[in-house]
């Protein structure tokens, strides 16, 4: 499927893609996808959504990450980045939004010991308010310590590389 790639002029995303099945653009009969892509690309420029000097793109799907699938979201697509001839994840940027993920995980996992160790307290137990302690710490610790660099330089690497005990979800 043809699809349009142009650098993104609105924050947060580096690139913006569009294809024919998600134009605003009525596909008129006989109207290949290039025809299509090509008149969205003149419509987004007439209502400012593309600058006249951001260059535009038409090319099949397979020129983006392949982990890409447009009925739903793409965990990296703020780190994709238009090269040479296709989208490609920015690995450095890649691990910044995978280490955030880590720490909404994280962080709720704190305040869930939170209450843990709340109850301690009231109990009185000072060996579970010292084992929630040691958890707690380590908890912080993941973004120090968990190496999301060594042996990670696909997107499908980095996504498979968790910190052992924290949930997924």
Same mark, same amino acid.
């Given at each position: 499927m043809?699809?349009?790639?142009t650098?993104?002029?609105?924050?947060?995303y580096?690139?913006?893609?569009?294809?024919p =099945?998600?134009s605003?653009?009525?596909?008129?009969s006989?109207?290949?996808?290039d025809?299509?892509?090509?008149?969205t690309?003149s419509r987004?420029?007439?209502v400012?959504?593309i600058?006249?000097?951001?260059?535009?793109?038409i090319?099949e799907?397979?020129?983006?990450?392949?982990?890409?699938?447009c009925n %739903?979201?793409?965990?990296?697509?703020? =780190?994709?980045?238009?090269r040479?001839?296709?989208?490609?994840?920015?690995m450095a940027?890649a691990?910044?939004?995978?280490m955030?993920?880590?720490?909404?995980?994280r962080?709720?996992e704190?305040?869930?010991?939170?209450?843990t160790?709340m109850r301690?307290v009231?109990?009185g137990?000072?060996?579970a308010q010292?084992?929630?302690?040691?958890?707690k710490?380590?908890?912080r610790?993941?973004?120090?310590?968990?190496?999301?660099? %060594?042996g990670?330089?696909?997107?499908?690497?980095l996504k =498979?590389?968790w910190?052992?005990?924290l949930?997924?979800?």
């Amino acid at each position: 499927m043809k699809i349009f790639v142009t650098p993104n002029q609105d924050s947060p995303y580096n690139l913006m893609i569009s294809h024919p =099945a998600y134009s605003d653009i009525t596909r008129n009969s006989g109207e290949t996808d290039d025809q299509v892509l090509t008149r969205t690309i003149s419509r987004f420029r007439e209502v400012n959504k593309i600058g006249d000097d951001v260059e535009s793109h038409i090319v099949e799907d397979t020129a983006i990450p392949h982990d890409h699938n447009c009925n %739903t979201s793409c965990e990296f697509f703020d =780190a994709w980045e238009w090269r040479d001839s296709g989208a490609r994840v920015n690995m450095a940027k890649a691990r910044v939004i995978h280490m955030d993920n880590i720490r909404v995980i994280r962080n709720r996992e704190l305040a869930a010991k939170d209450i843990t160790f709340m109850r301690a307290v009231e109990d009185g137990n000072t060996d579970a308010q010292a084992t929630i302690k040691a958890e707690k710490q380590s908890l912080r610790d993941i973004p120090q310590t968990f190496d999301i660099t %060594t042996g990670v330089d696909t997107p499908e690497k980095l996504k =498979a590389k968790w910190p052992d005990g924290l949930p997924t979800e």
